[in-house]
Nanobody, 119 residues
Framework: QVHLVESGGGLVQPGGSLRLSCVVSGSIFSITRIAWHRQAPGKQRELVASHTSSTNIDYSDSVKGRFTISRDNAKNTVFLQMNSLKPEDTAVYSC?????????????WGQGTQVTVSS
């Protein structure tokens, strides 16, 4: 089984920065896609950023120029660097990893980490 654990969330003032981490563990040996989603109270979950290769990276319009998705293969960790944070960025952020494990192609979600942007 594949497990994801997010960390790095918290309370930050507008204009500040946070770096979210997602540690991937378990029976996975090939990752084909990583993504970060977020969900605010009363709103549907939305895609924030996705990464398939170094030349195939997508961001939502609301975070372009402020957020960066990346991964460290040696440490089996996915990152989301968030700069110039705004109150509207407040949400629970979740990591999603698609890859091949022992049973074949899998899609796994973490439980999420809370990000609150407020003065």
């Amino acid at each position: 089984q594949v497990h994801l654990v997010e960390s790095g969330g918290g309370l930050v003032q507008p204009g500040g920065s946070l770096r979210l981490s997602c540690v991937v563990s378990g029976s996975i040996f090939s990752i084909t896609r990583i993504a970060w989603h977020r969900q605010a109270p009363g709103k549907q979950r939305e895609l924030v950023a996705s990464h398939t290769s170094s030349t195939n990276i997508d961001y939502s319009d609301s975070v372009k120029g402020r957020f960066t998705i990346s991964r460290d293969n040696a440490k089996n960790t996915v990152f989301l660097q968030m700069n110039s944070l705004k109150p509207e960025d407040t949400a629970v952020y979740s990591c999603n990893v698609v890859g091949r494990g022992r049973a074949g192609l899998t899609s796994t979600w973490g439980q999420g980490t809370q990000v609150t942007v407020s003065s």
